[in-house]
């Protein structure tokens, strides 16, 4: 009988012999496109050698349900035909013939980019159950710099991708990088090498094999047979080489060796895991190689062993790089009990030696649920876009058997242990009863939305998960880490609300200008602005209302730099010119925000060969004292009084302080060369700068000398021919005075004559004054009486007062 699955056509005889398939098994569809590089280092007759082989390979597959299409690319990218334009062997002939070669530049990214948008969709001809296939064929390296980002929009539409490079240009190892960049994995199935365009034909058929395997034609396959052998179970392999294989049973009955099955792929190597999840009621997973002598490697025993846990029931091997090397097997115990769930799936790591070796890894589902978790697995894709493959995990009896699945995500080396999704079979539609029951192994694009949809299974019903629209509420914060903001969305506001509803099929982008303080003091360092935003996802009604969700562990709070233009000429290079400053300025600006300060001062330090000279106030009191370093390694220093005694509030003081080189300053060198040996004749070079700039700094202007460029300095070389005897010493002296001749020694010393104050005018007039004022108030005491005594007339009314008293009766 023919048995077809999943597209793949199979014929086994009575004899259990596997035969290459025949005409009688459906094939798939494929869409093939090639794309030739026509740039100016291909010559002429090579070009159409490359026509010839891409002619042979479209009447290889003529008869098969495959579409074709070509398209040439240097400088530009052009698009020849495409899909379904031309039908039969005959008109592509003619039509790959009357192709021209267009000469120019090798953009290969440019080219591919191009295909992915414009030919590999519907407007072009793609079919959306096809199988997409991109052969590109080139000469040389790519002349852009973006080919990583025109291959990942490859990938995400799921375009298998050949890359043919002809010529030595590929002996050099960045451009056989190149070649392995455009290439699909794995490369040694992928990229092919040949050393001129006359050995096409030779790669034609493997590249026909290789293509031809994409529609599901395998050359082993393993079946395993749980009931045999009374329930031993175990596996048969066959092979298109007709070579009988014997079965491999287990060895404890009742085990159901094979309940369960995936293909590890490591080091060249194919590995059989298989689950005997009965073995002594505990359960086993068996690893064995898959060769001309099929044989079990090891038994891995449950890592905490439960009597009716299953351990095996189900087995997932995960390619986390995507690298077609097995990196983490899973081994589910979907009836593990434990007091607040059931079930559990457990990690193990590929290792070269001991192949499969428990990381100590547990992945449980939501607490409290007791929905045999584990009962399904699967690594179809990767869901979150990181580049890592995730793992998919079904619980079918969650929810009083309505069911759910976790989505765990991948990493670098391992599994993240806490799931990051979970969807409810209820979220998805009413009434499912054991959704998670099965899983997709693998994943399409039904929705062509450039990401994964996910099938899974439920009794009855199989239901495919995809991406859903969402509201991204954000807020954005010009020059957020300053106080003082240097831009602004409008007049003294740098905040902006807004709300993007987002749909990953419809890129969506939003334009917030915004303008720059024109007199900022602080161009140089970037704006560090921020986003903050939150998602809301929106329910679909054609899902029942289910929401997607925000991955877990992802910033809502994120800074961008943008940096300010510096135009620095057209070669984006600024030069420093060193020329003769005498005087180095610095000017000092202190500002007080706050409350009255007392007795403020700052200090600087400053380097020996600097002179401070003085201080110039442009606003506010400052007075400075100076001490200049005597010696290398040392600091001078000047400290400054602000305003003393007191620098009011809300006061600003802004001076310019000046230092000057220092006029002389001397250095002797000395360089020894030692003739122990022989003697002999030498030349000494001594170069002693001359000028700075256009000013001359040799004092002695009567000595000839040639003149070098000495980079900043022009120099002046000195040549002495002599001849050193065996332990003779010998001293070179070159003398000459450098100073600063053209720079006239003045000093500006501004004063400021303040007249002595002459008081005694004022003080011989407050003198007279006041005594004049003494005499007034005097007199004026004296007439209201104030020096008269009344003591004396008091005595005298005593001592009449009993004569003249009342007369008691």
């Not at 009688?24 to 496109?33: G, H, V």
């Not at 954000?474 to 905040?495: E, H, W």
């Not at 022009?714 to 053209?742: H, M, P, Q």
Request: neutral net charge.
């Amino acid at each position: 009988d023919v048995t077809t699955y999943n597209g793949m056509c199979f014929k086994i005889s009575s004899k259990n012999f596997f035969f290459s398939p025949t005409s009688e098994c459906p094939t798939s569809q494929i869409d093939i496109a090639f794309l030739m590089d026509g740039s100016g280092s291909v010559r002429n007759e090579d070009f159409n050698k490359m026509k010839v082989f891409v002619i042979e390979m479209i009447k290889s597959f003529i008869d098969h349900d495959t579409q074709f299409a070509i398209a040439q690319f240097s400088t530009d990218c052009e698009i020849h035909h495409k899909f379904q334009q031309v039908k039969n062997a005959k008109a592509w002939e003619d039509a790959v013939t009357r192709i021209h070669q267009q000469r120019g530049w090798t953009k290969t990214a440019t080219a591919i980019k191009k295909l992915v948008k414009e030919l590999f969709v519907s407007e072009g001809g793609a079919r959306p159950s096809a199988s997409k296939i991109l052969v590109v064929i080139t000469d040389g390296e790519s002349t852009e710099q973006f080919l990583n980002e025109a291959v990942q929009q490859a990938q995400k539409k799921n375009i298998i991708r050949y890359a043919i490079g002809v010529g030595n240009a590929f002996n050099n190892v960045k451009a056989a990088k190149e070649l392995a960049i455009i290439a699909s994995l794995p490369t040694n199935k992928h990229v092919f090498k040949v050393t001129d365009f006359d050995a096409l034909e030779s790669i034609r058929e493997q590249l026909k094999e290789n293509i031809i395997a994409i529609e599901g034609m395998f050359t082993d396959i393993i079946m395993t047979a749980v009931g045999a052998f009374q329930w031993k179970g175990g596996y048969q392999l066959y092979t298109q080489n007709d070579q009988l294989n014997v079965f491999q049973a287990g060895r404890e009955h009742d085990s159901y060796l094979g309940y369960s099955l995936a293909i590890a792929t490591a080091f060249g190597k194919k590995y059989a895991v298989m689950g005997a999840p009965r073995h002594k009621h505990k359960g086993q997973v068996t690893v064995s190689r898959i060769d001309n002598n099929p044989r079990n490697l090891k038994e891995l025993d449950p890592p905490k062993p439960q009597i009716g846990s299953y351990f095996g029931a189900e087995v997932c091997v995960v390619d986390l790089n995507k690298n077609s090397r097995t990196v983490l097997l899973l081994v589910s115990a979907p009836t593990y009990i434990e007091p607040d769930r059931e079930g559990k799936v457990f990690v193990y790591t590929f290792n070269h030696r001991s192949y499969f070796d428990f990381s100590g890894m547990e992945l449980v589902g939501m607490a409290g649920q007791r929905g045999r978790f584990g009962s399904s697995l699967a690594s179809p894709a990767d869901l979150n876009g990181d580049g890592y493959m995730d793992v998919l995990i079904g619980a079918p009896l969650e929810e009083d058997g309505q069911g759910s699945i976790y989505i765990f995500n991948g990493g670098a080396y391992q599994i993240n242990p806490t799931y990051s999704q979970r969807i409810a079979g209820s979220s998805v539609r009413l009434g499912l009863r054991f959704f998670g029951i099965s899983l997709s192994q693998s994943s399409l694009d039904q929705s062509r939305d450039s990401l994964p949809d996910i099938a899974v299974g439920a009794m009855g019903a199989v239901l495919l998960l995809r991406c859903l629209t969402a509201n991204i509420n954000y807020t954005i914060i010009l020059d957020a880490k300053r106080q003082k903001n240097r831009a602004y969305f409008l007049p003294k506001n740098r905040f902006v609300n807004d709300v993007m509803n987002i749909s990953l099929n419809k890129p969506t982008c939003k334009s917030h200008p915004f303008l720059i303080d024109a007199f900022s003091e602080d161009a140089l360092n970037p704006l560090s602005n921020q986003l903050t935003f939150t998602f809301d996802g929106l329910p679909s009604a054609k899902l029942q209302n289910i929401r997607p969700i925000l991955l877990p562990g992802i910033k809502t709070t994120t800074d961008h730099n943008l940096d300010f233009e510096i135009n620095c000429g057209s070669d984006d290079i600024s030069n420093i010119y060193v020329g003769i400053m005498q005087e180095i300025n610095v000017t000092v600006f202190v500002e007080n925000r706050g409350e009255n300060s007392y007795n403020t001062l700052f200090t600087l330090s400053y380097p020996f060969g600097l002179s401070y000279r003085r201080i110039i106030s442009k606003q506010g009191r400052v007075e400075c004292v100076s001490l200049d370093s005597e010696q290398k390694g040392s600091f001078g220093e000047t400290t400054c009084h602000i305003s003393k005694p007191i620098l009011k509030g809300n006061s600003q003081v802004r001076s310019i302080l000046k230092w000057s080189l220092m006029s002389l300053h001397g250095k002797n060198c000395l360089f020894q060369v030692e003739n122990d040996f022989r003697e002999l004749s030498f030349k000494v070079f001594i170069r002693v700068p001359v000028m700075l700039g256009d000013k001359s700094i040799w004092a002695n202007k009567n000595i000839q000398v040639s003149m070098n460029n000495c980079s900043v300095a022009v120099c002046a070389e000195f040549s002495c021919d002599d001849t050193l005897s065996k332990n003779e010493r010998k001293f070179y002296n070159i003398t000459g005075n450098v100073s600063s001749g053209w720079i006239e020694p003045y000093i500006h010393i501004f004063l400021e004559v303040y007249e002595e104050v002459n008081l005694t005018k004022e003080i011989a007039g407050g003198v007279i004054g006041g005594l004049l004022l003494l005499a007034l108030i005097t007199v004026a005491l004296y007439k209201a009486g104030f020096f008269k005594s009344h003591y004396k007339e008091l005595l005298e009314n005593a001592e009449q007062s009993p004569e003249d008293g009342p007369t008691t009766k």
